[in-house]
Each structure stands twice: as structure tokens, then as C-alpha cells.
T-cell receptor, first 116, second 113 residues
């Protein structure tokens, strides 16, 4: 299989605080991981591409200083939402690929973030 | 500008009948297309894919058709089952895009028992 986990599955935080979301590939080494954001009834919007050992590549319009991504190992990438605001409330999903020659991405279950 | 479009937000079909989910794209550089299935509060699950060198790919009850000239693809599910009720996303990628996928907005499929 190709299992991707995320932790936590949901989190509530206060405005101004930071929240870290973990994404792990459980049974394979992921050369590349992706972070998405999904608003209700909307598509998955790619936020950034994360490659192990290098800086993440952010999509246009995504603030890299606000959404910090660290891909420290071949099985773990983290997304930290810094100084969270209510408008950051969303469903964050990560995905991973085993090999850059494959297109299929394996998704985590997502993290529901609510900022109060 | 949406490069992958799923114009129908929802579809309702009777159990046992065929479900046809449509997807259109505008970027002629796309050469690989995927369908994902998603349940509420879960991540998408890969369903089936097709390369632009093919016009059809079949996997059990699921068949994807690609019409490159029309920049259109469709997912056929037959026979439809209540467990197929979910949101279906069409996604596309291109060689050299570093495996990045562009997603449509999704179609909510409801299969009535």
C-alpha cells in the first residue's frame, strides 16, 4: 500500500498562535510531498511542494513566512501556520509521491484547522 | 482561470445504473489525467488514471475515456453502488510539472438505493 497519515486530524487554536501539522508516509519513502488547502465546496488548492532536504516551493499567492514547511526526512513533512487568523481556518491536506516519475499522489486524511 | 473544469456540481443516479462524470480542461500541455474519490473529512483516494497516449482505461467498474481533441474526459461507473456516493475530483498533470496536479472543483455523486 501507500499510506499517508496526518496529525492532528483537527485542531482549534486562538488567533495569533502557531499550529504545526505533520504529514507522514508510513510505508514508503516520499521524495516529494505536497500541501493543499480546501475550502468548503471548492477544489484542492496547491499551496506548496516540499522536497526532502531542500526548501519548499510555494505557489503564487501563498505566504511562505506564514506557512512554514519543513521536509526533514523522506517520511515526514510539517506545515506550520504561524500567527494564525480566523481566515486561515480551512481543511489542510498533504500528499506524497513515491517517485517523481509517477503522477499518482497519495493523500493524507486531512487536518481541520479552526482559528477562533 | 480554471484549467480543469467540472461544470456539474452534483449527479444523482439510481443504484445499478451508469454514472457518467465529466471533466474538461483547457491546458493543452496536460498529458496525464487522474480521478480521485473523496469522502467528507477525509483525504482523496486515487481511483483511476489515463495517459494522453490512450483514449480509454478500464479498472473493474470504473472506465475513464479521454477525448484529446475536445479536451474532455469522463469517468464511467457501472453498475453504480450506494458506496460510490462521494465527491469525485478530476486532476491533470503534464510532463515536467514535477508531478504537480491541477484539480477540478469536484462532483458530488449520490447513488440512490
Amino acid at each position: 500500500g501507500a499510506v499517508v497519515s496526518q496529525h492532528p486530524s483537527w485542531v482549534i487554536c486562538k488567533s495569533g498562535t502557531s499550529v504545526k501539522i505533520e504529514c507522514r508516509s508510513l510505508d514508503f519513502q516520499a521524495t516529494t510531498m505536497f500541501w493543499y488547502r480546501q475550502f468548503p465546496k471548492q477544489s484542492l488548492m496547491l499551496m506548496a511542494t516540499s522536497n526532502e532536504g531542500s526548501k519548499a516551493t510555494y505557489e503564487q499567492g501563498v505566504e511562505k513566512d506564514k506557512f512554514l514547511i519543513n521536509h526533514a526526512s523522506l517520511t515526514l513533512s510539517t506545515l506550520t501556520v504561524t500567527s494564525a487568523h480566523p481566515e486561515d481556518s480551512s481543511f489542510y491536506i498533504c500528499s506524497a509521491i513515491r517517485d517523481s516519475s509517477y503522477y499518482e499522489q497519495y493523500f493524507g486524511p486531512g487536518t481541520r484547522l479552526t482559528v477562533t | 482561470d480554471q484549467q480543469v473544469k467540472q461544470n456539474s456540481p452534483s449527479l444523482s443516479v439510481q443504484e445499478g445504473r451508469i454514472s457518467i462524470l465529466n471533466c474538461d480542461y483547457t491546458n493543452s500541455m496536460f498529458d496525464y489525467f487522474l480521478w480521485y474519490k473523496k469522502y467528507p473529512a477525509e483525504g482523496p483516494t486515487f481511483l483511476i488514471s489515463i495517459s494522453s497516449i490512450k483514449d480509454k482505461n478500464e479498472d473493474g467498474r470504473f472506465t475513464v475515456f479521454l477525448n484529446k481533441s475536445a479536451k474532455h474526459l469522463s469517468l464511467h461507473i457501472v453498475p453504480s453502488q450506494p458506496g460510490d456516493s462521494a465527491v469525485y475530483f478530476c486532476a491533470a498533470s503534464s510532463t515536467g510539472a514535477n508531478s504537480k496536479l491541477t484539480f477540478g472543483k469536484g462532483i458530488t455523486l449520490s447513488v440512490r438505493p
